[in-house]
């Protein structure tokens, strides 16, 4: 069965980065897109960062534009989110996602979603 499972989240104050791993198992992961997604306390989830199986085409969300950097480890099966001058309004559970089957992807972050993460919470603090 397919597994996604994610790490690295934290506490961290302001202006400070974090590093999230996803890796994700029972999939030809080269296949699928991947995507972080996000949700905070009373907020609808949404889509942080997608990247395509390629690793060719990349979606940000504009609040993270500049500061996150998603990339991936075909080899390694691995997920990855780099968050640098993190903001009190970053705060949030982040998940891990993969896409609903392979060489399924959209620009803007909305394609189907086949495999969620449990998350991992980041905070930030002021």
């Known amino acids: 069965q397919v597994q996604v499972v994610e790490s690295g989240g934290g506490l961290v104050q302001a202006g400070g980065s974090l590093r999230l791993s996803c890796t994700a198992s029972g999939l030809p992961f080269g296949a699928y897109a991947m995507g972080w997604f996000r949700q905070a306390p009373e907020k609808t989830r949404e889509g942080v960062s997608c990247?395509?199986?390629?690793?060719?085409?990349?979606y940000y969300a504009d609040s993270v534009k500049g500061r996150f950097t998603i990339s991936r480890d075909n080899a390694k099966n691995t997920l990855y989110l780099q968050m640098n001058s993190l903001k009190p309004d970053d705060t949030a559970m982040y998940y891990c996602?993969?896409?609903?089957?392979?060489?399924?992807?959209?620009?803007?972050?909305?394609?189907?979603?086949?495999?969620w993460g449990q998350g991992t919470q980041v905070t930030v603090s002021s």
């Open positions: 996602a993969a896409a609903a089957s392979p060489f399924l992807y959209d620009s803007d972050c909305t394609m189907e979603i086949g495999h």
């Open positions: 990247i395509n199986w390629l690793v060719g085409d990349t």
